[in-house]
């Protein structure tokens, strides 16, 4: 089991910035690929960004290509989000999860566990 635990969410005016956290527990953290998803309001969970195991490689959805960065500490157990140039439609409950592989994953069924999510809500 992996537990996993989002912070850093809130309000931020359109511009802004914002620095998610993603604490987990459980087994060893850098066996997994990381991801962070998003779900706004009456819409699907969407894929955001994914990192692999050792943070060699990652992956952004187009939508966040160039404003968001994913990283990882291994040695704190700690999956990152630095969401840069924020706007009103990156509101959303943003949820981090761990894939069941050590590789990189873009859709929700290939993530075992999941944390609680974290608003964010960006103001125009």
């Known amino acids: 089991q992996v537990q996993l635990v989002e912070s850093g969410g809130g309000l931020v005016q359109a511009g802004g910035s914002l620095r998610l956290s993603c604490a987990a527990s459980?087994?060893?953290?850098?066996?997994?690929?990381m991801g962070w998803f998003r779900q706004a309001p009456g819409k699907e969970r969407e894929f955001v960004a994914a990192i692999n195991w050792n943070g060699g490689r990652t992956y952004y959805a187009d939508s966040v290509q160039g404003r968001f960065t994913i990283s990882r500490d291994n040695a704190k157990n700690t999956l990152y989000l630095q969401m840069n140039s924020l706007k009103p439609e990156d509101t959303a409950i943003y949820y981090c999860?761990?894939?069941?592989?050590?590789?990189?994953?873009?859709?929700?069924?290939?993530?075992?566990?999941w944390g609680q999510g974290t608003q964010v809500t960006v103001s125009s």
């Open positions: 459980g087994r060893t953290f850098s066996d997994y690929a």
């Open positions: 999860a761990a894939a069941g592989t050590s590789y990189m994953q873009t859709t929700p069924p290939l993530y075992t566990y």
